[in-house]
């Protein structure tokens, strides 16, 4: 073998124990292990611009294998889909044939295709991650994100909590320093090191001395999040299409314009946001129109129920499925933040429309989902006292603001 090559010689059998148990989609019978022999492992992470073929011809690895790779693997991944950062694994033989390969798709699902005879057997597998509760806590300092800690995982727990209250709590425009959350979180862990937080059991956000609670509850097979009370926090419409912005401009019938500098109606809020910033659907309907259109740039028009109808201008990219007639829910990416059309830096344009006349979005209020139903508030109740225990855990001494944490608690 080459120089080039990092590897642990070991002897297993060809179907290797890989980082921890899984459950397996493929329902197909598995075929029986191959006889014991001496393997070598590759072992590396996807660098940008890499591909298959290029890590084939980097380790001297026969291409034909390559090509029964793909095809084994074409009904579960594309391996022309690598993701940079993503790890991936290669077992040979001492003769250079493959008899393993495995490919992290993302942090919780895993491609693994194994030799038989001399063909391969693909299968995705379910990575199964120890969960442990976790209990963060903090005061509000300029932002949510900020206030959370850095790294991704802090990032993704902090637009978890943003979505979870998104119907009662705009995060650009109602917090304020010295607001205060706390919150119970499942952590993930693997081989005893955390990867990332799971779903949110349990929070509580005070905004401006109001206290907004959420719960996780199982309502018929079905996850929501409850108040206090067992009344849903999802309303019909989110309270914004985009986490994490300002106000730029407000609903206005004479708004002095920018571009062609005369007083003319706005009818709908500007939110500034980086070029890039993705835009969700704000309710469950049916995109109307989906395309370029005058000074409105790129835009994607919804219909919803009972009249109403959404717009998002000046998107800088529509996502390839959003077009005409198709169904989008509540919360599902439509597009990106950008400035196309007649616009002096990257912002979004939203208007709501009820029955034919344009609405102030902010003065829009809307009915909650169903509550939980009466023979499941004793099992909410239970719930929700152990939760609120935890919660009451968390104290302000415990509290810590960006970047301080111990034991991956914040």
């Given at each position: 073998m080459k120089k080039k090559l990092l590897i642990t010689i070991f002897l297993t059998t060809a179907f290797l124990i890989i980082r921890a148990n899984f459950n397996i989609i493929n329902k197909t019978e598995k075929p029986a292990p191959l006889e014991s022999k001496q393997y070598l492992e590759i072992k590396g992470n996807i660098k940008k611009g890499d591909t298959l073929f290029d890590i084939f011809k980097k380790y001297e690895l026969n291409l034909e294998e390559l090509f029964k790779l793909k095809e084994a693997s074409a009904d579960f991944h594309r391996l022309k889909k690598l993701s940079p950062g993503n790890p991936y694994k290669i077992v040979i033989d001492e003769a250079s044939q493959i008899n393993e390969f495995v490919y992290w798709i993302?942090?919780?699902?895993?491609?693994?295709?194994?030799?038989?005879?001399?063909?391969?057997?693909?299968?995705?597998?379910?990575?199964?991650?120890?969960?442990?509760?976790?209990?963060?806590?903090?005061?509000?300092?300029?932002?949510?994100?900020?206030?959370?800690?850095?790294?991704?995982?802090?990032?993704m727990l902090a637009l978890q909590l943003s979505d979870i209250f998104a119907w009662d709590i705009d995060f650009t425009t109602d917090i304020r320093n010295g607001d205060a959350f706390k919150i119970v979180v499942e952590g993930l862990y693997l081989d005893g090191k955390f990867k990332k937080y799971g779903d949110i059991l349990a929070a509580e956000f005070i905004n401006k001395g109001d206290t907004y609670n959420a719960y996780r509850f199982n309502n018929n097979s079905r996850f929501n999040y409850y108040d206090t009370d067992g009344k849903s926090l999802r309303r019909s419409f989110l309270k914004a299409p985009l986490s994490f912005r300002r106000i730029s401009s407000g609903f206005s019938k004479s708004r002095f314009h920018p571009i062609l500098r005369i007083f003319r109606p706005h009818l709908g809020i500007d939110y500034a946001a980086p070029s890039g910033?993705?835009?969700?659907?704000?309710?469950?309907?049916?995109?109307?129109?989906?395309?370029?259109?005058?000074?409105?740039?790129?835009?994607?028009?919804?219909?919803?129920?009972?009249?109403?109808?959404?717009?998002?201008?000046?998107?800088?990219?529509?996502?390839?499925?959003?077009?005409?007639?198709?169904?989008?829910?509540?919360?599902?990416?439509?597009?990106?933040?950008?400035?196309?059309?007649?616009?002096t830096g990257p912002h979004l344009d939203y208007r709501i429309k009820v029955n034919g006349r344009f609405i102030n979005p902010l003065n829009l209020n809307l009915p909650r989902e169903k509550s939980i139903p009466k023979n499941l508030m004793v099992d909410f109740k239970n719930s929700k006292k152990e939760l609120d225990i935890q919660l009451a855990s968390i104290r302000p001494s415990t509290f810590a603001f960006a970047g301080k944490s111990k034991d991956n608690k914040i």
């Open positions: 993302d942090e919780d699902t895993i491609l693994d295709i194994t030799r038989i005879g001399s063909g391969f057997y693909a299968e995705k597998k379910i990575v199964e991650y120890d969960r442990k509760i976790e209990h963060v806590g903090g005061i509000i300092k300029d932002n949510l994100i900020l206030s959370i800690g850095e790294g991704k995982d802090k990032l910033t993705p835009v969700s659907a704000v309710g469950d309907g049916t995109v109307v129109y989906s395309g370029y259109k005058g000074q409105y740039g790129k835009i994607v028009m919804i219909k919803h129920f009972n009249g109403f109808s959404t717009y998002y201008g000046h998107l800088s990219r529509i996502k390839n499925e959003i077009r005409k007639g198709i169904k989008v829910e509540q919360g599902q990416i439509i597009g990106y933040v950008g400035s196309t059309g007649l616009a």
